[in-house]
């Protein structure tokens, strides 16, 4: 009914900059908060950002000052930008999202497939 597909991952030297956006399509009515989450092999998945309809913003401690999360509403669309990435910040990056569906008005929570990022030089 919903999807998000995520867009933007790959590899990336340190210090380096990327892009993430994540696109929500489906049975919309609209979305509350949108977040982007991260994991690495055998950790827990942690929250790295959130950001909600009226564009509050929450970040993690570990990616303040370097990340930043913003939306297009009108696209359904979250991005992330991360800035002087670190080997620490190799991760599989998670689209989430809380979902308010057409008709129905419920609200539901979507994950996206996930997209890596990798930082090394």
């Known amino acids: 009914q919903v999807q998000l597909v995520e867009f933007g991952g790959g590899l990336v030297q340190p210090g380096g900059s990327l892009r993430l956006s994540c696109a929500a399509s489906?049975?919309?009515?609209?979305?509350?908060?949108m977040r982007w989450y991260r994991q690495a092999p055998g950790k827990e998945r942690e929250l790295a950002a959130a950001?909600?309809?009226?564009?509050?913003?929450n970040y993690a401690d570990s990616v303040k000052g370097r990340f930043t999360i913003s939306r297009d509403n009108a696209k359904n669309t979250v991005y992330l930008q991360m800035n002087s990435l670190k080997a620490e910040d190799t991760d599989v990056y998670y689209c989430n999202a809380d979902v308010i569906m057409r008709w129905t008005l419920i609200a539901r929570n979507y994950w996206g497939q996930g997209t890596q990022v990798t930082v090394s030089s």
């Open positions: 950001i909600t309809a009226g564009g509050s913003t």
């Open positions: 489906g049975s919309i009515s609209s979305i509350n908060e």
